[in-house]
């Protein structure tokens, strides 16, 4: 039989494609092994300079490790390769599509023969699975090249979305998380899809992908207060809390709308969490703006934040802009972003001490089980007798730590 590994690297719709090419695999008579597998597959991320320079990085390292595999790129990189015309990276083969019928005609290329196995099954080793309900983008930020290789937007039929939601569910996934380049444009619209989705006997958890501030409307806010399975976590990315530096990555809202649409969470679900995405050392990012921002990440108090240093990302307009911040300026503020963000992050997680909330268990790591609540708060109790793996249950917080809560059960 032969065997294939997958390396993922960007976002939730990266590992969503990634999750769908190793079933696709696993459906074609292949088996998923990371000890010296014939197919080496990086699914790769292109969002910025820096993320392609990793993915080639991820290639050669690959090619030292294994030098008789046959090494595949796939992903956003695979994308931006195909656009530009160039053969990316060493790679052997590049897809380009993830379907069942790009996979078959890539094995085909290698002489690898494709079986139908109907009693393998590919499950991602997580409680929760992610389910891409839409692609495409038309929001031509200036920094990203996304948009310009991910095509128009487009949606999956609530009916289609519906049925495999049902699928995940019968492999035994408890949580849906759905993912989109840009999700909040999902049309209809997302509150008419989870109204579907909470119909589905089996899905204890439906938690959203990264919305943007303007799309988390006060239809779906609502939705997720009322609702017994949508999760009150809100990824909405903010990038910048400089309104100057928002018009140039035209980014289309204001500091203060972004603050409004928070409070609006905070005051219909208290206990929400919310995260969000930060660019830092964007061109003619000044100081003061810099300021501006850490000012801005303090007055929201958000419990998750993920922290990007801008690279030039080759196509884009902002990769062409004047006053580009020099590398060493890019790391001085990434590192005082971070320091905020632990500050922060604790600030919120103590805000959930003494509290009850809701956890699916994961994983056993050092005597303790470890889980995400409702919240997207990392959980963790010290190990009973009994199997917590996979199961729901209420816990009281009891202290909150840098990584998490330490919890206990409740009876």
């Known amino acids: ?5 997958i390396k993922t690297l960007g976002c939730k719709v990266s590992q969503c494609d990634a999750d769908n090419l ?3 695999l696993t459906d074609l008579g292949l088996q998923m092994s990371e000890n010296s597998p014939e197919l080496c597959i990086v699914h790769g991320c292109s969002v910025t300079g820096r993320a392609s320079q ?12 294994f030098p008789s595999s046959t090494v595949i790129l796939s992903g956003c990189e695979a994308l931006l390769a195909e656009k530009s015309g160039k053969s990316l990276q060493n790679a052997d083969y590049i897809l380009t599509e993830t379907t069942k019928e790009a996979v078959k005609k890539m094995l085909d290329v290698f002489g690898i023969e494709a079986t139908q196995n109907n009693t393998a099954h590919y499950h991602n080793g997580h409680t929760r699975a992610f389910l891409k309900i839409q692609d495409g983008c038309s929001q031509f930020c200036s920094y990203c090249i996304v948009c310009r290789i991910r095509g128009k937007e487009r949606s999956k039929a ?10 995940l569910v019968k ?5 849906i998380v759905l993912t989109g380049i840009h999700l909040g444009h999902y049309e209809p619209s997302l509150p008419e899809l989870l109204r579907k989705l909470e119909k589905i006997e089996g899905i204890a958890r439906i938690r959203l992908g990264s919305v943007e501030s303007l799309e988390t409307t006060d239809e779906l806010i609502e939705l997720a207060q009322s609702s017994k399975k949508i999760c009150h976590h809100f990824h909405m990315p903010l990038q910048s809390g400089c309104d100057r530096i928002l018009k140039a990555m035209n980014r289309p809202y204001k500091a203060v709308d972004y603050l409004d649409t928070v409070n609006k969470i905070r005051n219909t679900m208290p206990n929400a969490s ?28 958000f419990a998750r934040i993920h922290i990007f240093r801008y690279s030039k990302r080759s196509g884009t307009p902002a990769a062409e802009m004047p006053d580009q911040v020099p590398e060493d300026i890019k790391i001085r503020r ?3 972003i971070e320091k905020l963000r632990d500050k922060l992050v604790l600030e919120a997680y103590k805000g959930y001490e003494n509290k009850q909330l809701r956890v699916i268990w994961e994983t056993l790591e050092d005597g303790y089980y470890c889980g995400l609540s409702d919240e997207y708060i990392p959980c963790k109790v010290l190990a009973p007798q009994k199997n917590l793996s996979g199961s729901i249950t209420l816990v009281k917080a009891l202290q909150a730590e840098p990584d998490g809560l330490i919890v206990e059960l409740q009876s």
């Open 1 to 5: 039989m032969y065997t294939f590994s």
């Open 22 to 24: 190793a079933k696709h």
């Open 158 to 167: 609530i009916s289609e979305v519906y049925n495999e939601a049902q699928e």
């Open 334 to 336: 990434s590192g005082e």
């Open 171 to 175: 492999q035994g996934f408890k949580e």
């Open 274 to 301: 919310i995260g969000t995405d930060l660019i830092t050392g964007f061109p003619g990012e000044t100081d003061e703006e810099h300021q501006e921002t850490l000012a801005f990440l303090e007055k929201i108090g």
């Open 54 to 65: 990793k993915t080639a990085q991820t290639i050669r390292s690959l090619k030292k490790r």
